[in-house]
């Protein structure tokens, strides 16, 4: 792909200048980047429920208003891509180069985004309680990392393995996005400052339990968050936090993806995360840091 690959300059979601990877095409260029063996593609729904069309533009310049989303969705894809090739040896997603698709201005208004089993989606928000949700990293790494659980244990997306799922893409946001303990700090609430969709320092902030003692029943439909997937997630996003206090960022991502990849299965439930941390850490480290995981668990209450 070197007769395509060329160098773009993109203005992103908060107004900031960005060097992307793109590609030449005939009449210009387009939002693929071919630096990987999966290529990195970013469409434009156009407001429709569609995967809609690749982004070009006639330059290298992707620097219109409503270019801005789709250059940060492109960008902190080829970030998160690179964090998982370079500090886990892990080929894109499901590790074997499969492309990385990513569509903006998906739906009217929406406030969410989502990993859809085929490429990840980016509402634009009503600019209330969310601004276009590709603008920030933790989250295009937490869209990203349920491709990456899909397609490894494939925690089952309800009730406990359905909270750990959750909690797996919060934990690997962290790892990307290390500056804080927010998940989507950048475009939760635009006109209020400090706040954030789920903090994994405190998880009580934003209404999340971060003890068994609270972990919430949920039903397991739509209304009920699936068994509260995105609630009771502060259990283990808790545990995350107490692991990484204690023995550091660098071995904690490490024993995080080898429990991910290696020993959770699609029902796992939150002792069994514990069960797989402890061995990962064992596996890779030793005593020390596989106490330290267990301490980390049994101060949440999974004991
Ligand atoms: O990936 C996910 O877990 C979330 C997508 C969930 C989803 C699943 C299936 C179909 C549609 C949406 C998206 C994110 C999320 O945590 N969403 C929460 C919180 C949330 C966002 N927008 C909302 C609007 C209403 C209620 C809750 C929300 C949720 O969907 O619960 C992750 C990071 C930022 C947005
Ligand atoms: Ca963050
Ligand atoms: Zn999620």
Redesign the pocket.
Known sequence: NILHEATGTGIGTKGDTKTINISAISGGYSLTDTTHTGKIITYDAKTTQTRGNVVTSTSTLFNTTTQRAAVDAHYYADVVYDYYLNTHNRDSYNGKGAAVESVVHFDKNY?????TGQYMIYGDGDGVT?SE?SGAKD?IA??LT?AVTETSSNLVYENQPGALN?SF?DVFGYFVDPDDWL??EDIYTPKIAGDA?RSLSDPAKYDQPAHMNNYQNLPNTKAG?WGGV?INSGIPNKAAYNTIQKIGKVKAEKIYYRALTQYLTTNSQFVDAKKALVQSATDLYGATEAAAVTEAWNAVGVT
């Open positions: 406030n969410n985004a989502a990993w969310f949700l989250v937490h869209e349920h959750e893409s998940m989507g969709l968050d995105h």
